[in-house]
Each structure stands twice: as structure tokens, then as C-alpha cells.
């Protein structure tokens, strides 16, 4: 079956970091495959974060990100990580992995989503 | 930065139409796509390329996009088709990918 599968939820302090990961399950990840991660706050609109190519590596962030995000990838291991840094509680949301094979600025494959709590 | 405005909510009755707009600035000159989701559960893309289904979405799925103002339309709603509804489109000028404010769809 064609999936992402991720990492199980996560309970940060403020100031920690996170590293959440993006697994690919029956494809592999190649030049052509652009994984993008986008977080959802409680009650809000998804939010695009940035994406990375999962075979060569190359990554764009969305300008609220930069600095913040980091986004990397393990074409052997077809695996994609985010890991965002400096969290505050406004960082609580739950995470999530897509895939745009549309070639249309569309996600046409999501992850399960992580939950990624931010509470002293 | 650009935005894109949905109305926060749209009722139907079962077998009617529902209609959910989308607003921005020279919406029609981009590709607009369509999310559905349920409570819980990761969302779903309905409509990609302003009007096409992708594999497995129902006919019942439709969408136009013209001028500033892009529309999803479900022809014959069903109770299975309460869910969130968010559109997004791409900003050029960020080379960033934008939601709408989101759309509760409540099937009476």
C-alpha cells in the first residue's frame, strides 16, 4: 500500500526541539519526489511549512519557518524528517508529511499526522 | 502575503447542492485546489488543477475557477460529505502554498 507513514506524537517543553519523520511506504523516494510538511494548530487552517526533494535533498521554507525548520532527508532509508526548533506553545499542532505527484501545487498524499504538544 | 477567504459555514440538505467559494486576488491565474476534512483524520484532496478529481474522488465533486473567485460544488450532498473543506493555491510571488480560512459543510 502507497502511504506515508510518521512518527507517534511528541510532548516538548518550551525551547526544546523536534524531530518528526516522514516514512515512505510502497514507493521510493527519487529526484522527482517533493515531500512537504504542513502543520495544523488546533481550530486553524493548515499551514505550509516548506518541502524537500527526497532524492537530491534540495529544500524551500516558508519565510515564517526559515530559521526555525529544518528539513532533511534519508533517500536510502525513504525517509524524510522535520525538526523545528525554539518551540513555543503556539508550535502545538499536529504535523503533517504530504506528497504533491500531481505536479499542480496539490498534496495528493498525506501522512497520518503527528501531534506535537508544546507545555511546561 | 495572500490570502484566500472562504465562508465559514455552508448547511445543505441531503441530495441538494452545497456551493463553497474562495476568494483572492487574481484567483483564476492560478491552479486552485480543494481539500475535504474530517474530524480526526488527515485531509483528503477533492479537486486539483481547479476541476479535476483525483482517482477515487466521487463525480459528485466538482470545481470552477474564474476571475478572483474559485467554487467547489457537490451535486447531491451526502451525509458522508460533512467535513472541513480548504482551499489552496500557490503564491508565485513567495513561491509559498496558501489555505483558505475553511469551510464547515453541515448536511442537515
Known amino acids: 500500500q502507497v502511504q506515508l507513514v510518521q512518527s507517534g506524537a511528541e510532548v516538548k517543553k518550551p525551547g526544546a526541539s523536534v524531530k518528526v519523520s516522514c516514512k515512505s511506504s510502497?514507493?521510493?523516494?527519487?529526484?522527482?519526489?517533493?515531500i512537504h510538511w504542513v502543520r495544523q494548530a488546533p481550530g486553524q487552517r493548515p499551514e505550509w511549512m516548506g518541502w524537500?526533494?527526497?532524492?537530491?535533498?534540495?529544500?524551500k521554507y516558508s519565510q515564517k519557518f526559515q530559521g526555525t525548520v529544518i528539513v532533511s532527508t534519508d533517500p536510502s532509508a525513504n525517509t524524510v524528517y522535520m525538526e523545528l526548533s525554539s518551540l513555543r506553545s503556539e508550535d502545538t499542532a499536529i504535523y503533517y508529511c504530504?506528497?504533491?505527484?500531481?505536479?499542480?501545487?496539490?498534496?495528493?498524499?498525506w501522512g497520518q499526522g503527528t501531534k506535537v504538544i508544546v507545555s511546561s | 502575503s495572500y490570502g484566500l477567504t472562504q465562508p465559514p459555514s455552508v448547511s445543505v440538505s441531503p441530495g441538494q447542492t452545497a456551493s463553497i467559494t474562495c476568494s483572492g486576488d487574481?484567483?483564476?491565474?492560478?491552479?486552485v485546489c480543494w481539500y475535504q476534512q474530517k474530524p480526526g483524520q488527515s485531509p483528503v484532496l477533492v479537486i486539483f488543477?481547479?476541476?479535476k478529481r483525483p482517482s477515487g474522488i466521487p463525480e459528485r465533486f466538482s470545481g470552477s475557477s474564474s476571475g478572483n473567485t474559485a467554487t467547489l460544488t457537490i451535486i447531491g450532498t451526502q451525509a458522508m460529505d460533512e467535513a472541513d473543506y480548504y482551499c489552496?493555491?500557490?503564491?508565485?510571488?513567495?513561491?509559498?502554498?496558501?489555505f483558505g480560512t475553511g469551510t464547515k459543510v453541515t448536511v442537515l
Open positions: 504530504a506528497r504533491d505527484s500531481s505536479g499542480y501545487y496539490a498534496f495528493d498524499m
Open positions: 510502497g514507493f521510493t523516494f527519487t529526484a522527482l519526489s517533493v
Open positions: 524537500i526533494n527526497g532524492g537530491n535533498g534540495n529544500t
Open positions: 487574481k484567483l483564476g491565474d492560478r491552479y
Open positions: 488543477q481547479d476541476r
Open positions: 489552496q493555491a500557490w503564491d508565485s510571488t513567495t513561491a509559498s502554498y496558501v
